[in-house]
């Protein structure tokens, strides 16, 4: 009864504290309000019409959306790397950090979720894949294995967050007995939603590009890299416009994994365009025409000429610690790493596995406006959930919010 | 693969080996897979052990047999409504509980309530098979007046479909691809084809690369042969392995198939399908009244909706009545030979004996039941 009454009242305190704030903070929520109508009207047509109002085609049949959901599914993953030292290693830096780590991953699993459903056919009979209620393909599907290990990785990331600050609501400490097999637990989960995500796409014999062994290793080296440097970037904003305190070494600390992150994916890149270019065999075709084109169609060329070269700048750049410790020159790399990797990892990843296609048909894709709508949106869905999370969080660590104090 | 030491193909026919071995080709649930109900249930038993283990719930096994909403109503029947009217927002619920509507368009949202809310076909029982099957003819002829021939009929014992193409015959006429489109009630607007015509250079071989199979010009066209691809029904068909909720399984005679009512749209199949053997209704297909082809099978040709997966069926509703496909009747020159492989008698049977025959893509292991061959 007592528990209800403290949930009662920590929700009716959180919304008093998401509906109240700074000019700027309206004005942040009222753009992602306006985004988000644009997306869900953007959606409407396509319900209405089908997903022939997106560039997706027989030839290319995920695009987009899928390319999304893969990278986001990364930047949910990496929310562990922050979680590790702290919960397991007492490290006290990463505490204030984890949380916000930890919020980015239920907001970045609600946009994968999303993404998903914005991708179904025919979202009104998504049922059928509910365990017990429809049929589940398990574990034949790798889609099915997907949406075990998303759906309890948002449920670990939602339970040890929201413990620890229900706890610190009522002015009480975290036991850790509690919270600390949760996170152990969390650890593992994490790498497995990427591994699993990556074998979706490693599994299927019918394309070259993506059945090759080094995907899910990289998946997870990308993730580490793209996800801390997420993180990175919302800390400095959250540092820079909120009186939560973020210690530099904390920050220096999660630039340090950034940093072998995009090292060791580096290498891995390496690896991959060797064995492509250095004997190219027939498989090989779908590498050439993401880096060079095939027969004048190169659609993907600027994008992942944007992005290898960010790529390997950024790397370079957090390789030096005296650049790194420059928190000016950190946060560059770390915006320009999220972009490269964003793009490598998102439809440099999925639009070549169908290009050329099965029997060498070369059919280029380009995303339309309403598919581009729908997919902002979605972000625009991210960055408000993340908001009230973060906004929630900080204020409970702050003591701001408090259980009784107005009593 | 196969035990049995045959020379011409290696398919695994022996399908009880498969089961007992637990790796049955049509995907893990083998409730589809049985054509007696004797084995229907034995798989079912085997398969629910494998559930539990996979700590998914026992629940599994039932999924698909509680069709009749009127009959059974407890807890899990319930939650199945209650859930998916959720999902489905509040359109059905209104259409439904309409007080002015008339009798018939009560009996009309009636069908499309327990269409929206039935299972997977591959689960159900005969008689649920013929209840859906009833639903859909008599939705039709509520929405159009006009009546239309459905069959449910399931695969026949000692029968496995196989086809094989004469690359010398072929002269690119497309007649098999319009004939396909006629008799399968493709989306006109999108031009959906399951054949492929591919053209290709003579002294090139088989460069598909190179190869145009969007052509619009007279054929024969000089220096070119011609070659098609449709879905190869593959005995191992990694398609049927990747779907999240089973709308697509191998059946009993070799065909691949779709519920095009339980799939979800997911397009994963697409993906793994080597062949380029899928089709997708990216849009509400449309098919002039006065062009549909009335004589249907629910795995077949029946009209599809927005959304779904599609596919070469070898002409479900046609092959399961004894007649050949319609590409194989269509063909003008015999390049298109059809028939059961397990029958020793069968032209196709005579081709793979005699004929210097082979697949495309072997190295994969999808085991397609789909020959090329020359004179
Ligand atoms: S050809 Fe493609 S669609 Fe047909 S059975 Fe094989 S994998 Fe499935
Ligand atoms: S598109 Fe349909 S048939 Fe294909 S995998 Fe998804 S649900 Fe299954």
């Given at each position: 009864m007592k528990r209800l009454k403290v949930f009662g009242s920590l929700v009716k305190d959180s919304l008093d504290t998401i509906t109240h704030g700074s000019k700027r903070y309206h004005l942040w929520m009222a753009l992602l309000t306006f985004v988000m109508l644009v997306g869900m009207y953007c959606y409407s047509i396509q319900l209405e019409h089908g997903l022939s109002v997106t560039g997706m085609t027989d030839r290319v049949s995920w695009g987009l959306y899928i390319s999304n959901f893969t990278f986001l599914v990364g930047v949910a993953a990496a929310a562990v790397m922050l979680v590790m030292p702290t919960y397991v290693l007492k490290d006290i830096d990463f505490k204030q950090a984890v949380l916000i780590g930890e919020g980015l991953a239920v907001a970045a699993l609600i946009m994968c979720l999303a993404f998903v459903v914005a991708d179904m056919g025919g979202p009104s009979v998504l049922w059928h894949m509910i365990p017990g209620i429809g049929v589940f393909n398990f574990p034949n599907s790798m889609l099915t294995w997907d949406v075990l290990v998303l759906n309890g990785y948002l449920f670990l990331n939602i339970t040890i967050p929201f413990y620890i600050l229900f706890r610190h609501y009522q002015g009480k400490e975290a036991k850790s007995s509690v919270y600390i097999p949760g996170a152990i637990l969390s650890v593992f989960w994490a790498v497995a939603i990427h591994l699993v995500t990556a074998f979706l796409y490693q599994g299927?014999?019918?394309r070259p590009f993506w059945n090759n062994a080094l995907l899910g290793p990289r998946f997870l080296a990308s993730a580490f890299a793209a996800g801390p440097a997420l993180i990175i970037l919302v800390l400095a904003i959250i540092r820079n416009f909120t009186e939560f305190k973020i210690q530099d070494k904390t920050i220096k600390k999660i630039a340090m994994v950034v940093t072998v992150a995009a090292q060791i994916n580096l290498i891995m890149l390496i690896s991959e365009l060797f064995k492509e270019f250095y004997a190219p065999t027939h498989h090989s075709e779908s590498a050439y025409y993401l880096f060079f084109g095939l027969d004048g169609k190169d659609a993907l060329l600027p994008w992942i000429w944007t992005a290898i070269p960010l790529n390997v700048l950024a790397t370079v750049l957090l390789t030096f610690h005296k650049l790194r410790n420059n928190f000016k020159v950190l946060f560059f790399c770390c915006f320009i790493l999220f972009i490269a990797i964003w793009i490598e990892k998102g439809f440099g990843l999925i639009v070549p596995g169908f290009i050329?296609?099965?029997?060498?048909k070369i059919a280029e894709y380009t995303p339309t406006g309403i598919e581009i709508g729908v997919t902002l949106g979605i972000w625009a869905l991210g960055a408000f959930v993340f908001t009230i999370l973060a906004k929630t969080a900080i204020g409970i660590e702050l003591g701001k919010l408090k259980y009784n104090k107005k009593a | 693969m196969s035990n049995n030491n045959k020379k011409w193909f290696s398919l695994n026919l022996g399908r009880k080996e498969k089961v007992s071995s637990g790796s049955c080709s049509c995907g893990k649930t083998s409730g589809g897979c049985g054509t007696s109900s004797n084995s229907h249930h034995m798989t079912d038993d085997e398969f629910a052990a494998a559930a539990i283990n996979a700590s998914i719930g026992e629940e599994r096994t039932k999924d698909g047999f509680e069709q009749v909403f009127d009959v059974k109503m407890d807890r899990r029947t319930a939650f199945k409504k209650l859930t998916a009217s959720l999902l489905i927002g509040a359109g059905a619920v209104s259409t439904s509980c309409?007080?002015?509507?008339g009798d018939e368009s009560r009996e009309k949202s009636q069908i499309d309530w327990e269409e929206q809310f039935k299972g997977n076909y591959k689960l159900m029982t005969d008689e649920e098979k013929q209840a859906t099957v009833d639903r859909l003819v008599r939705s039709y002829q509520l929405r159009t007046g006009k009546t239309l021939s459905m069959s449910s009929k399931n695969a026949e014992e000692d029968v496995l479909f196989g086809y094989a193409f004469n690359i010398s015959k072929c002269q690119g006429y497309m007649d098999c691809v319009n004939a396909c489109v006629e008799e399968n009630n493709q989306d006109r607007d999108s031009q959906m084809q399951y054949i492929r015509i591919h053209e290709m250079k003579d002294g090139k071989g088989f460069n598909f690369n190179e190869a145009d199979d969007n052509y619009y010009h007279e054929v024969p066209a000089e220096g070119h042969f011609y070659m098609g691809t449709q879905c190869f029904h593959c005995d191992n068909p990694p398609c049927v392995e990747v779907c999240p909720v089973q709308a697509t399984w191998r059946e009993d005679d070799g065909l691949v198939v779709v519920d095009y009512d339980w799939c979800v749209g997911c397009r994963y199949c697409m993906a793994a399908c080597p062949y380029d053997g899928r089709r997708f209704n990216w849009s509400k297909p449309e098919v002039p009244e006065a062009e549909i082809n009335h004589n249907q099978h629910y795995l077949g040709n029946r009209m599809r909706k927005k959304g779904v997966m599609e596919k070469c069926t070898f002409c479900v509703q046609r092959s399961r009545a004894g007649k050949n496909p319609a590409c194989v009747e269509a063909c003008p020159t015999g390049a298109r030979i059809f028939g059961?492989?397990?029958?020793?008698?069968s032209t196709i049977r005579w081709v793979l004996e005699n004929k210097k025959v082979f697949r495309l893509k072997e190295d994969l292991g999808t085991e397609p039941k789909f020959w090329y061959f020359m004179d």
């Open positions: 299927l014999q019918a050329p296609g099965p029997y060498g | 309409s007080v002015i509507s059961n492989l397990l029958d020793p008698n």
